[in-house]
Nanobody
Framework: QVQLVESGGDLVQPGGSLRLSCVVS????????MGWYRQAPGKQRGLVAA?????????HYVDSVKGRFTISRDNAKNTVYLQMNSLKPEDTAVYYC??????????????WGQGTQVTVSS
């Protein structure tokens, strides 16, 4: 069974930056496209960014984070990253990673990790 461990969340002021990490174990990491999702209080969890499998040549971002967030992966470390710059209060949420179907942008695993809390506030 795949295991997902997210980290890097913190309290940060508007305009600040954070780098989230997600370590994936239990499968051959490089064969999976990966996604970062977030869930704000009272809202459904939704996709933020995605990266294709292998070398990660293609990336996808939702409009609200384009130009501010960057997804990347290190297959040698079984890790996917989310670099978040110019953070806004509306980015406040619990962030999760999950392998995803690149065509449909839907998560592959029913299991979710514990997530990592990002709070953007002055």
């Amino acid at each position: 069974q795949v295991q997902l461990v997210e980290s890097g969340g913190d309290l940060v002021q508007p305009g600040g930056s954070l780098r989230l990490s997600c370590v994936v174990s239990g499968r051959i990491f490089s064969i999976y496209a990966m996604g970062w999702y977030r869930q704000a209080p009272g809202k459904q969890r939704g996709l933020v960014a995605a990266i294709t499998n292998g070398g990660g040549g293609f990336k996808h971002y939702v409009d609200s984070v384009k130009g501010r967030f960057t997804i990347s992966r290190d297959n040698a470390k079984n890790t996917v990253y989310l670099q978040m710059n110019s953070l806004k209060p509306e980015d406040t949420a619990v962030y999760y990673c999950n392998p995803l179907n690149w065509l449909t942008k839907t998560p592959l695993c029913d299991y979710w990790g514990q997530g990592t809390q990002v709070t953007v506030s002055s």
